[in-house]
């Protein structure tokens, strides 16, 4: 629900209040990092905070971006609009020309020339009309000249000031771009430090080990749904792999090369490129979609008769708590949020609660 009404607010924004409040909140967790450094903390919750950093300004930088083409459109269309009052302006302009000459070939008439001039009083009558005609088609389209030089005027001061909002658009996104890119390289730094060092490296196991019992809490804790379209889909060996890519991790025991230390994979690791799109592997609903520290941004879906599916380490999610989805629906894109230094997909099924091969469920492809 509270979700819900944060979208709403957020829509409710404007274009300028959205960046406003990007901006503060990136400024406020940039800040926090900053007071982080030095200090003894937890493994985790430093990668969490570097995660939310580098989320923020990839949120920013789509705003800037969304702005910016914004900006674009708008002044395109306020040129395209310049052009056409410009090219009336030139038209009436043209009118009023031609009635000087006339008026200075043959004078002005004046309304009592027209009556002695007439043949009859109604032929008076209809020659002053006639005139009057002519007078106030005059005065219209002097009135018109003067509407359209000072909306041409209006229309030109307001492109030049898109223009310049433009150009401080562009230069504040290639400016974010370049600090996303030193803060991906941060977090990469930090991680490479983390895992040279045994006791930082077996710090980061434990909080792991930490992080896998609060998962399986979270998990326990979930209020269960009637939902169970996506029960047969297992049963059946009908599930999908939720991502094109490599698997590069198996269910099961792992030794970490370098320590000999033994771990456990309660799911399988996919390799794929970043923002590839990850698809739920069977119908589902949706009961978890947000930020879990150790493994970043995650998404977790019910299916049914016991049946639960993790994607973990996402870049980006796209579903919301208690929606529908149905096999092949996109629910994120493939991340490095969490302890990966490189993107992939970690996917895990559970049964009752309990980590299952998710192999053994697929079906043909």
Not at 34 to 56: A, F, P, Q, W, Y
Not at 99 to 111: M, N
Not at 207 to 226: H, N, V, Y
Not at 358 to 364: E, S
């Amino acid at each position: 629900m509270l979700f819900i009404v944060l979208l709403l607010v957020a829509q409710a924004l404007s274009p300028q209040e959205r960046l406003n409040q990007l901006r503060q909140e990136l400024k406020e967790q940039r800040k926090k990092v900053e007071e982080l450094k030095g200090k003894e903390t937890s493994v985790l919750r430093n990668i969490d905070e570097l995660d939310r950093e580098i989320s923020l300004t990839n949120k920013l930088v789509k705003e800037l971006k969304k702005q910016e083409d914004n900006l674009t459109e708008e002044s395109v269309y306020i040129e395209n609009l310049i052009a056409k009052l410009d090219t009336r302006l030139r038209e009436k302009k043209e009118i009023l020309k031609k009635r000087v000459v006339e008026i200075y070939k043959y004078g002005e008439l004046h309304p009592l020339a027209i009556v002695l001039l007439s043949y009859s009083f109604s032929d008076a009558i209809k020659r002053l009309k006639y005139l009057s005609l002519i007078a106030e088609q005059d005065r219209r389209v002097l009135t018109e000249i003067e509407t359209l030089k000072s909306r041409l005027d209006q229309q030109r001061t307001l492109l030049q000031q898109k223009l310049a909002d433009l150009e401080k658009i562009r230069d504040e996104a290639e400016a974010e771009e370049v600090n996303l890119k030193l803060e991906r390289e941060k977090k990469k730094s930090y991680l490479t430090k983390v895992k040279g060092k045994r006791k930082k490296a077996e710090k980061m196991a434990r909080e792991m080990k930490k992080a896998e019992k609060d998962l399986e809490k979270l998990i326990a804790s979930l209020q269960k749904t009637q939902y169970k379209k996506g029960e047969e889909y297992f049963k059946n060996k009908r599930v999908k792999l939720p991502v094109k890519g490599r698997v590069i991790s198996r269910f099961g025991p792992r030794r970490d090369s370098k320590y000999g230390t033994i771990t456990r994979n309660n799911g399988i690791d996919i390799s794929a490129h970043i923002g590839e799109p990850v698809k739920v592997v069977a119908p589902g609903k949706v009961v978890f979609a947000d930020h879990f520290l150790g493994y970043g941004k995650l998404v977790i879906i019910e299916h049914g008769g016991g049946y639960i599916t993790l994607y973990a380490h996402l870049s980006a999610i796209s579903v919301e708590l208690g929606q529908e989805v149905q096999q092949g629906d996109v629910i994120g894109l493939v991340g490095d949020t969490g302890t990966i230094n490189k993107p992939l997909l970690h996917f895990e099924v559970r049964r009752r609660g309990k980590p299952v091969d998710p192999m053994r469920y697929l079906g043909k492809v």
